[in-house]
């Protein structure tokens, strides 16, 4: 292993210190042979504002969507406010509608004004198939070996693209939805609202998460509301 010293003495390292260093040089000349101080000044005043814009945003974005443990924030009651949820179920999809990249492929479905979340019941009573939502399938018999895999797993609730399935356990996270309604294990779609306040907050803080911040960073603070930190996420 090389050394701090050995590493920064490396001659692609001083080469590149010396491309930057050179390049700052010439930007640095050039500014001040074709520009006045007054435009200087402008240009600097400038750059400070839109550094404390962005102090000001990633600050506002931190106090609204990080959890904490105690009191009440955005993470711990996004979930419980949407209708139909459940946290006590083996499987949680969650899904926001709209245009989304997932991986190299992107997905473009129109959005929806109030979130909902529905479960599919895997349970069953002596003599009866388990049924599921309109959204679910089947019972599937699985050979040993096959792979686990349907539009759940594959990135999917119907059209919408799916962000985060969390459980408890981590082998529920790779199973599919036959294989959920064979071995009895429940499961529960969340459709998140683009526009939900009280997931994403005002209509800025909404633009500011899915143009800057992403919403994984805060959907993966809403699961860490679910059992205080922990179970398992699988980012599809």
Excluded at 8 to 30: D, K
Excluded at 65 to 84: A, H, K, N, Q
Aim: proline share 4%.
């Amino acid at each position: 292993m090389l050394s701090n010293q050995s590493y920064l003495s490396h001659p692609r390292i001083q080469g590149l210190e010396t491309a930057f260093y050179n390049f700052h040089t010439q930007v640095a000349t050039n500014a001040f042979r074709y520009t006045n101080r007054r435009v200087r000044s402008y240009i600097e005043h400038c750059i400070l504002l839109i550094a404390l814009c962005t102090i000001s945003v990633v600050f506002l974005a931190h106090r609204k969507f990080v959890y904490r443990e105690y009191g009440r924030s955005i993470p711990s009651t996004c979930l419980p406010s949407i209708r139909g949820f459940r946290p006590d179920v083996d499987v949680i999809h969650i899904a926001i509608p709209g245009p989304n990249k997932i991986g190299d492929e992107n997905v473009t479905v129109k959005n929806i004004s109030q979130s909902y979340a529905y479960f599919m019941n895997t349970k069953k009573e002596d003599g009866e198939e388990p049924t599921t939502s309109s959204h679910g399938t089947g019972p599937h018999s699985l050979d040993q070996g096959e792979e686990c895999r349907t539009n759940t797993t594959s990135g999917h609730i119907g059209d919408a693209a799916i962000f985060f399935s969390y459980s408890q356990t981590k082998g529920f996270l790779m199973l599919s939805d036959e294989a959920c309604l064979k071995y009895n294990i429940s499961v529960e779609y969340v459709i998140v609202s683009r526009s939900d306040a009280n997931c994403f907050d005002e209509p800025f803080l909404q633009h500011v998460v899915f143009s800057l911040i992403g919403p994984e960073t805060v959907i993966i603070n809403w699961l860490l509301s679910l059992h205080k930190g922990t179970g398992y996420a699988y980012n599809q």
